[in-house]
């Protein structure tokens, strides 16, 4: 990985063009302030990941290496610092990606139940391999690790960057098919707003198909004490 390389060989890792280039600027835009004024002003730096994501959903998605400078000149930090840590976290991309990112978990849980299926699903559909952008810029296709909701896999995300860092959204898609998510590209290429959350109708939220079957109502009390006269 990046960090483990020299500072020259770090800056180089990521793409060549000039939108990529050190003496292109960048500043960040509003809620800097905002988002600062959660951390005391000493320890600003504290700030990284929220201000590298800011910057990231006002770049369509992606990290050059000139927004990660505009941030290490915001926290007052050395810019390898940021690099670390936009290196480290799999949720920075620091190639382009597409208007819509879709990431496939591919934890144990989901690949036992068909995501490595989600993904060819996609690729083909879209005619990428994955980390590529689709000719119109719309869609890319990437990996994340466990999303935590392994009682619904498999299951995908979808970051929308179609309208900055105002119109940004971050929706999590569960039991999905393959057939489903080709129905939600093709939702999202419209312009609509495929329903996040469970596809499967017999689901509620994160409980089993066809509705709860226990704790259905309010819990006994411990036998131990009368709560009453507490």
Request: charged letters at 25%; aromatic letters at 8%; glycine letters at 8%.
């Amino acid at each position: 990985m990046c960090r483990a390389k020299p500072y020259g060989i770090c800056v180089q890792f990521y793409e060549k063009e000039k939108s990529n280039s050190r003496d292109e600027r960048y500043n960040l835009e509003f809620r800097v302030k905002e988002i600062l004024s959660h951390y005391p002003s000493n320890y600003k730096q504290s700030a990284v990941i929220p201000l590298l994501d800011l910057a990231q959903q006002q770049h369509g998605g992606w990290l050059p290496v000139s927004a990660m400078d505009a941030v290490a000149k915001v926290i007052e930090v050395a810019p390898i610092r940021v690099y670390e840590v936009a290196t480290l976290y799999s949720m920075f991309n620091r190639t382009k990606v597409g208007k819509y990112h879709l990431l496939v978990c591919g934890a144990t849980p989901c690949m036992i139940r068909g995501s490595r299926g989600i993904e060819e699903a996609l690729l083909k559909h879209l005619g990428v391999k994955r980390n590529e952008v689709t000719q119109d810029g719309f869609f890319s296709v990437g990996e994340m690790e466990c999303m935590g909701c392994c009682v619904n896999a498999p299951m995908i995300t979808v970051a929308d960057y179609s309208n900055g860092s105002e119109g940004y959204t971050y929706n999590y898609f569960e039991d999905v098919t393959p057939e489903k998510v080709i129905e939600i590209v093709e939702k999202l290429r419209k312009g609509e707003k495929p329903p996040h959350g469970t596809q499967n109708p017999q689901r509620i939220r994160s409980g089993p198909e066809g509705g709860n079957t226990t704790l259905l109502g309010e819990p006994k009390p411990p036998p131990c004490r009368d709560l009453d006269a507490c």
